[in-house]
């Protein structure tokens, strides 16, 4: 199960990729507190990238879901740097034993610490890479689209990101 935070679906939305994402077998989730920040507020303001994630959600490739208050989420909860959009793709995550996508460094901390597994838009990405969905070029083009879209890449992850494509 893949448990989706918002900026990994905004960006890759963004560069009209997310709907590679229906070739990555796993359940692919959706948070509420997700939905409402991506979706409802990104449709009130006008945003493209919320119309193609409500699309995808309806096309059945996404499915939202309410996040239980178990004692994870409590715990989590109590932690003031962290978003209640993040809490709840953490808390899912551990609870059902998936995989948090995100890309904010400190709810990787968080991830880290609480022995969660995560990965963000570069996970997704090679995921598709290696089911054979996009090629190489094709990584090289979403991620120089997501960056000019505004997507944080240092230079050093940057370089490794291509070391890895030209490894592989």
């Known amino acids: 199960m893949l448990v989706f935070d918002a900026t990994p679906l905004i960006y890759l939305a963004k560069v009209e990729k997310l709907h590679l994402i229906r070739n990555i077998i796993e359940e692919r989730i959706i948070p509420y507190s997700v939905f409402e920040e991506v979706v409802v507020k990104g449709k009130a303001a006008g945003k493209e990238d919320a119309l193609i994630v409500n699309r995808l959600i309806e096309q059945g490739v996404f ?12 715990a989590l909860m109590k932690n003031k740097n962290l978003s209640k959009a993040d809490v709840e793709v953490l808390a899912l995550a551990k609870v059902e034993n998936g995989i948090a996508i995100l890309d904010e460094d400190y709810a990787r901390i ?57 490894e592989g």
């Open 63 to 74: 499915l939202v879901r309410e996040v239980e208050e178990t004692d994870v989420y409590r």
């Open 110 to 166: 968080v991830a880290e610490f609480e022995d969660i597994n995560y990965g963000g838009i570069i996970y997704l990405i090679f995921s598709l890479l290696e089911k054979g969905v996009i090629t190489k070029r094709e990584v090289r083009e979403i991620l120089d689209a997501i960056i000019a879209k505004g997507w944080f890449c240092s230079t050093d992850l940057y370089a490794k990101i291509l070391k890895r494509l030209k």
